[in-house]
């Protein structure tokens, strides 16, 4: 599939040859009763049967083109995640504008938030993304979908993005007892380590990996 890539200020647009679109269930259903009533019609030659047929194909070609036409030249970017810890899900702040004259319904974004956007207006949304390791986390592509007007089909296009976040390691649920402080515990073991031929601030090896870390 194409992706939209992200220009200038990592803003991304959303052009008409990177919309996809194919019937939901209720399109399938819809399709299904839109042929019995046409094979119907014509068997017994039923022209209000007819008719009907043909206006339910009507509605069902105007709500596709509604719905590709719904995400064609929106605008997106997505700022950088807050950090996180480890298991915690990396929250991206999405923001989406509509600079056309014309009002998008119920535009929602793969496992985020949902907008209707007026004309020329714009909308902040939030994307959770689950993390289940440590370290840096991209969100390499955003799918923002729409089953604007009737739901009898989905369109969607997926959008290249620059963002990023930070996941910190998880805390321990019982972290490690700490280190001895000053004091006569202190002295002992300095005594123990150098009966044992070993100095106070000498590096003696690394040791294991300990939760919390």
């Known amino acids: 599939m194409r992706r939209n890539p992200f220009g200038q200020g990592g803003v991304a ?6 919309i996809y679109i194919l ?3 209720i399109g399938v259903t819809f399709g299904a009763m839109l042929f019995a009533t046409l094979l119907g019609s014509l068997n017994y030659q039923n022209n209000l049967g007819l008719f009907l047929a043909f206006l339910m194909a009507g509605i069902a070609l105007v709500s596709m083109h509604h719905c590709w036409y719904n995400l ?22 999405v923001e989406v504008w509509n ?18 956007l007026a004309a020329g207006a714009h909308a902040k949304l939030e994307l ?5 390791h440590r370290g840096r986390i991209r969100l390499d592509e955003i799918m923002i ?19 990023q976040g930070l996941v ?3 805390p321990a649920a ?39 870390d």
């Open 13 to 18: 647009t959303i052009g008409s040859r990177r």
């Open 23 to 25: 019937p939901t269930s």
């Open 72 to 93: 064609l030249g929106l605008s997106l970017r997505c700022a950088d995640a807050e950090p996180a810890f480890c298991g915690q899900p990396a929250r991206f702040q």
């Open 99 to 116: 600079r056309r004259g014309r009002s998008h319904g119920e535009l929602c974004l793969r496992n985020g938030g949902c907008a209707t």
């Open 128 to 132: 959770a993304l689950p993390t289940r």
């Open 145 to 163: 979908d729409t089953r604007y007007p009737l739901g009898l089909f989905r369109a969607w296009a997926l959008v290249r993005t620059p963002a």
């Open 168 to 170: 910190f390691p998880r």
């Open 174 to 212: 019982e972290a490690p007892p700490p280190g001895l402080a000053e004091g006569p515990d202190r002295e002992t073991k300095q005594s123990k380590d150098q009966s044992q031929g070993r100095g106070a601030d000498d590096f003696v090896g690394l040791r294991a990996y300990r939760p919390g």
